[in-house]
């Protein structure tokens, strides 16, 4: 299983941007798929995850409202529409899959067996 994230960028305070993970060897829709970032300076934390039935995702209480996580079974792809954006978000962001039933905390990364390489993110004010 491989992924690769994309679509970072500058973009200023206030602005939306949405980066992409594209999978393969496995298919997005049989697979728990999050969203993790690193800060400058900061450990890696949780962003938000996606179940593999239905639509059923989760989020950290500093993105909930405005990212929205979401996939296309057609490309392959998930991906994380972030809105209103802050200089707090600036970060690469990396994508993780997990192949395993849902068990466990999905906030950890150890719940994920396989990592994308990073996109990064600058929220310039």
């Known amino acids: 299983v491989q992924l690769q994230a994309s679509g970072g960028g500058l973009v200023q305070v206030g602005d939306s941007l949405r980066v992409s993970c594209v999978v393969s060897?496995?298919?997005?829709?049989?697979?728990?798929m999050g969203w993790f970032r690193q800060g400058p300076g900061k450990e890696r934390e949780f962003v938000s995850v996606?179940?593999?039935?239905?639509?059923?995702?989760y989020y950290a209480p500093s993105v909930k409202g405005r990212f929205t996580i979401s996939r296309d079974s057609s490309k392959n792809t998930v991906y994380l529409q972030m809105n209103s954006l802050k200089p707090e978000d600036t970060a690469v962001y990396y994508c993780?899959?997990?192949?395993?039933?849902?068990?466990?905390?999905?906030?950890?990364?150890?719940?994920?067996?396989?990592w994308g390489q990073g996109t990064q993110v600058t929220v310039s004010s």
């Open positions: 993780a899959a997990r192949l395993r039933s849902w068990n466990g905390n999905y906030f950890v990364e150890d719940f994920y067996d396989y």
């Open positions: 996606i179940k593999r039935i239905g639509d059923t995702a």
């Open positions: 060897g496995r298919t997005v829709g049989s697979t728990v």
